[in-house]
């Protein structure tokens, strides 16, 4: 099962700020919070991601709680093009120790269908 | 660079029949992955690998066989297909802690 609670659907206005929150109250010391979206039957597309700071790049902001038990996506001005699926993701990716290389198995829940109206 | 590049993006197969989706990367990242989307549905992990020569299962790994003999290269084979199989396929590749690079998918439709 996936690690995360997100909302099934939110709608946001054109140009306004879009804020999408996960929940994920079991993530442990080492696992990462990611984003990704998935624009209509595309192959999904990473947005950005983050341990315990809050994060920002050119598509979006992340900030995560201090108790890291929640976080929330910020889309500072969306736009149309912003619609899509919305999965967050909590992981520990590609850690190696020693002989071996260790994975965890990132489970992409349902998402939040983010709708952006004109 | 071209990035996840997965072939072919269409196919239709008839039951029982066997077909290797293809994916290659040339970004030279060691983990790639394979999840199916079933409409309306969220992804499913099937097989993944973390370097050439070392694959594991996913989370439904069943009628599916994969291949790491190269960095780049990461292979699905379906051996018998049936209808449950039909879904569309994204490949994917990263590199330790950096986020996923999915290629555009194929899309298989069992009859």
């Known amino acids: 099962d996936a690690k995360t609670t997100q909302p099934p659907s939110m709608d946001c206005a054109e140009g306004r700020a879009a804020n999408l929150p996960c929940n994920h109250s079991t993530i442990s010391g080492n696992e990462y919070v990611y984003w990704y979206r998935q624009i209509h039957s595309q192959g999904p597309q990473y947005i950005i991601h983050g341990l315990k700071n809050n994060e920002t790049n050119e598509m979006a902001s992340l900030i995560i709680t201090e108790d890291r038990k929640s976080s929330t996506l910020i889309l500072p001005h969306a736009t149309l093009r912003d619609t899509a699926v919305y999965y967050c993701?909590?992981?520990?990716?590609?850690?190696?120790?020693?002989?071996?290389?260790?994975?965890?198995?990132?489970?992409f829940g349902p998402g939040t269908s983010l709708s952006v109206i004109p | 660079n071209a990035g996840v590049t997965q072939t072919p993006k269409f196919r239709i197969l008839k039951i029982g029949q066997s077909m290797t989706l293809q994916c290659t990367q040339d970004?030279?990242?060691?983990?790639m992955y394979w999840y199916r989307q079933d409409p309306g549905m969220g992804l499913k992990l099937i097989y993944y690998?973390?370097?050439?020569?070392?694959?594991d299962k996913g989370e439904v790994p069943n009628g599916y066989n994969v291949s790491r003999s190269t960095t780049e290269d990461f292979p699905l084979r379906l051996e018998l297909a049936a209808p449950s199989q039909t879904s569309v396929y994204f490949c994917?590749?990263?590199?330790?802690?950096?986020?996923?690079?999915f290629g555009s998918g194929t899309r298989l439709t069992v009859v």
């Open positions: 993701i909590v992981s520990v990716i590609g850690r190696s120790g020693g002989s071996g290389t260790s994975y965890d198995k990132v489970i």
């Open positions: 690998s973390v370097g050439a020569g070392i694959t």
């Open positions: 970004m030279n990242h060691n983990y």
């Open positions: 994917a590749s990263s590199q330790q802690d950096l986020g996923y690079t």
